[in-house]
């Protein structure tokens, strides 16, 4: 009996472990299954800051026209970038229409239909649809990629529906973002990956290393840009990356998570002050801040009622808030080199500081008062009030004139290509002529400098006609091309923020001009005026009077100009309903931490964006979140969300 008794217990765990077995099967199918869905959103968030190769690409009519006078461009951060881009997309909508079997109704579709209808009518509308369709030179922000960030968050907000996809996304930007923040700590410390073998082999292909002579990627000393071609777009990248682990080291109830990911936040702090970016500091700062004010507030109203909500608030939360605004600006007076804080409270104090150039003629602040075309052979030039002429004669001498009398003459194939003339000097400035030979044979360019104001003026002659010209002697028109831009604020504040303050100043009456529908996708370069000379030797600096501005270097003008400014408020409030719902289930949820207040990270890369662009390495990733957010508030408040 003992022996069947022992043979009828042995079948019972036989059959407990297949069953077992079958369920832990079931149970790691379904997760693999989960997670094969999501795939292509991991391979953005986790790979796309990486994909960075070489591509030598030819410029040809608006390309070149509105470029810096070079046919080729080098191409390392965004060619192929788009690419992948274009076939994830494609990848996490065929993903969308296999797995899912019923489309979520969200009203964010209302919002997101809306922006892309108005980016199509912009493109549409647009004066160069080459460049609004696939995006300018170093950008390549288009109309069809703007659509595939749509479209990567209406995949995400029907992909991810469980807590282990949202795990599987956080653990791959977490992995992601530590090796963008090691290879920022060491670019600090002088020691840049790009700098070495290794990545010359990754980036660029071996048949144009034969070609290359020589190759370096450089910021200066003690910077870090990442896997970003600007140490801005780190500071961008961190103000998202770094509030969300720690909000995720905050809500797990893994004790490794919690110390894996405060890990991450710490090495992307000191990523962080490597890129000395004031916007990533502010971005960062503030959402973390917020995420202090949350964490208290909930312990604060923990197990209170509802209806006494705001008077505990009011007695409890308003001090600690002050604290918290107090703590940041104490720390911008601690003299430690380069903090950023330190630059951010300067900078504050000096916005606000009246400005004595208001209602001034930019011309009469000089230095340069006034260029003029006399004939088509000669051009007057009024430095610090003081007339110079630049005149060529018929036999192609060049005479520089004051007051009527040759001061200097040479003719102008006697001079040699690249050599420096010393003219007579003036009073107050002293002049340098310096010939540029171009690729056509009858064809010179001539550069005129004052110094020590730093004033670069260039002229072009072309066949025996002397003409004002740009830094990359393309011919200007004098009356058409040169006169002050319309401008709204930062008069004489130019310079605040890095020189954002000319740039928005120009900016705004830009998209004063496109309520509904903008000038298309990556179009700034085309509307912001060029050659504002007058303007930018007063509001900015005499050594950028000649820079090409493709960039308003804040997301909101970007978005205001290119698609309007009814895209811009759709996109706010859409942005504004959907963090509102998501903090408020934070605050109020049953559960001590939800995965709602994740949306912090989202709030921080707001915020920077005050100062900085979209671009193709970090949006994508951002719309993902977005998505994520949509889909927990569809799931958590049953479509409360807008």
Not at 499 to 506: K, L
Request: charged fraction near 20%.
């Amino acid at each position: 009996m003992r022996k069947l008794s022992n043979s009828k217990d042995t079948n019972i765990k036989k059959d407990s472990i297949k069953k077992s077995r079958v369920l832990s099967y079931r149970h790691n199918g379904d997760f693999y299954y989960e997670i094969y869905k999501i795939i292509p959103l991991l391979f953005i968030v986790g790979l796309l800051p990486f994909v960075i190769r070489l591509k030598i690409i030819p410029l040809e009519g608006p390309f070149y026209e509105f470029w810096n006078g070079e046919k080729i461009n080098a191409d390392f951060f965004t060619y192929y970038k788009q690419i992948f881009i274009y076939i994830v997309t494609c990848w996490a909508m065929l993903n969308t229409f296999l797995f899912t079997k019923k489309i979520k109704f969200t009203k964010a579709y209302y919002f997101m239909g809306t922006y892309a209808i108005l980016i199509i009518l912009s493109t549409v509308f647009s004066k160069y649809p080459q460049i609004t369709l696939n995006g300018f030179v170093e950008r390549r922000e288009g109309m069809w990629i703007v659509l595939c960030y749509l479209l990567l968050m209406f995949s995400t907000i029907n992909l991810v529906e469980t807590e282990k996809q949202i795990k599987a996304i956080i653990y791959t930007l977490g992995i992601s973002g530590v090796i963008i923040s090691i290879i920022s700590i060491f670019q600090y410390f002088g020691m840049d990956i790009f700098a070495t073998e290794f990545a010359k082999d990754y980036m660029i292909s071996k048949e144009i290393q034969a070609q290359i002579k020589e190759f370096n990627i450089q910021f200066g000393e003690k910077y870090s840009y990442g896997v970003f071609y600007n140490p801005n777009y780190l500071g961008g990248y961190i103000s998202f990356y770094a509030p969300l682990m720690l909000s995720f080291a905050i809500i797990s109830k893994n004790i490794k998570e919690k110390i894996i990911f405060s890990i991450f936040f710490i090495l992307s702090i000191l990523a962080l002050y490597g890129s000395r970016s004031e916007a990533g500091v502010l971005g960062t700062i503030g959402t973390v801040l917020l995420l202090i004010l949350v964490v208290i507030a909930r312990y604060i109203i923990k197990d209170k009622p509802q209806e006494e909500y705001k008077k505990i608030m009011f007695a409890k939360f308003a001090p600690i808030l002050g604290v918290l605004i107090i703590l940041p600006v104490s720390l911008s007076y601690i003299p430690i080199s380069q903090n950023p804080l330190t630059r951010i409270r300067t900078e504050a104090v000096a916005l606000f500081k009246p400005s004595d150039l208001k209602s001034k003629d930019y011309k009469e602040i000089g230095p340069i008062n006034d260029i003029k075309q006399i004939d088509d052979k000669m051009i007057e030039i009024v430095i610090n009030q003081s007339s110079t002429y630049i005149k060529i004669d018929d036999s192609s001498n060049i005479n520089i004139l004051e007051e009527d009398k040759v001061v200097w003459n040479k003719n102008i194939d006697d001079l040699i290509d690249g050599e420096i003339y010393i003219l007579d000097s003036h009073e107050s400035y002293q002049a340098q002529l310096l010939l540029n030979k171009t690729e056509y044979s009858d064809v010179y360019g001539i550069k005129y400098s004052a110094n020590p104001y730093g004033v670069d003026l260039y002229f072009i002659f072309d066949k025996g006609k002397l003409n004002i010209a740009d830094s990359f002697y393309k011919k200007l028109d004098i009356n058409r091309d040169l006169q002050p831009s319309k401008h709204i604020g930062f008069t004489g504040k130019g310079m605040i923020a890095s020189g954002r303050g000319y740039i928005w100043s120009r900016s705004f009456p830009i998209m004063l001009e496109n309520l509904l529908i903008g000038t298309g996708q990556d179009s700034f370069v085309i509307e912001f005026p060029r050659n504002d000379i007058y303007g930018r030797q007063v509001d900015d600096h005499l050594t950028r009077l000649w820079i090409i501005t493709d960039k308003p270097h804040s997301f909101y003008i970007q978005v205001g100009v290119q698609s309007g400014v009814l895209s811009l408020i759709v996109i706010l409030i859409g942005i504004f309903l959907l963090l509102y719902r998501n903090i408020q289930d934070t605050f109020f949820s049953d559960v001590k931490y939800n995965w709602n207040i994740m949306s912090l990270g989202i709030v921080g890369y707001l915020i920077s964006s005050v100062f900085n662009d979209s671009i193709l390495a970090i949006s994508p990733i951002i719309y993902i979140f977005i998505g994520i957010c949509i889909s927990l508030t569809i799931k958590n408040s049953k479509e409360r969300i807008l």
